[in-house]
């Protein structure tokens, strides 16, 4: 994986690059308490739970065991860290107001529209706004997409993960996203009733013995207005 780099558009305005688009994303994050989300969560309630932002590796174990047990193949612990150490203001956790371990949590990160994670060197999209020069400068495309969410059996049916998905969802899109897509199995009739039903998701494609256990599985994609 190369550093990031300047491109240049069709137009001669040069492409923000990787890094560029990063730096913004913190900042677009920054008014959130780290303790706590934003202010996007004020209509979200769920009796005795309470939703928070992943700090530190702490928390690291208890996101691993939520999303473990859900998993149809397991997840190196670097795939973890990767999701979390850059994208930590996408990772929120449901935790009981009265204390102990997380119940749920959902794990996310931003690509550009071709699928390469903002670290990498963005091609250019067809977004952006106008110059300085009066010329019409290009910027990849961001959008979101959702890795893990995970709830504990007992707590399933409380609308804990409604609840993490949605708030989730509202970030991506004040981050710039233009869509959030995610994979899941076929079978699993919870997950695409969540996504499509509640949530506005829509099959996107059918990816044919996806998982290592040679499930498949609809990638699903939101889009914003």
């Not at 996007?40 to 996101?63: C, H, M, T, W």
């Not at 399933?156 to 959030?180: E, N, P, Q």
């Amino acid at each position: 994986m190369s550093d990031a780099a300047t491109d240049t558009s069709s137009s001669g305005s040069p492409a923000s690059s990787a890094a560029e688009i990063l730096s913004r994303l913190k900042v677009a994050a920054s008014g959130a308490d780290k303790s706590s989300t934003n202010n996007n969560n004020d209509d979200i309630s769920i009796p005795g739970i309470k939703f928070v932002n992943y700090q530190d590796e702490a928390q690291l174990e208890a996101v691993m065991r939520l999303v473990s047990s859900d998993l149809s193949e397991p997840y190196s612990i670097f795939t973890y860290r990767y999701f979390l150490m850059r994208f930590p203001e996408l990772c929120i956790l449901a935790v009981p107001e009265g204390g102990g371990e997380p119940v749920g949590c959902v794990v996310c990160k931003i690509d550009t529209s071709d699928g390469d994670g903002v670290t990498d060197v963005p091609q250019p999209a067809a977004v952006g706004g106008v110059g300085e020069d009066g010329t019409e400068s290009q910027e990849p495309a961001l959008s979101g997409y959702m890795g893990m969410l995970a709830v504990e059996t007992d707590r399933r049916g409380s609308g804990i993960g409604t609840a993490l998905a949605t708030l989730a969802i509202r970030r991506m899109r004040d981050m710039g996203c233009s869509s959030v897509t995610l994979e899941t199995e076929v079978t699993n009739d919870a997950a695409i009733r969540l996504y499509e039903d509640r949530l506005g998701f829509v099959r996107e494609e059918l990816l044919v013995r996806y998982y290592l256990n040679w499930g498949d599985a609809y990638r699903l994609r939101l889009w914003f207005d």
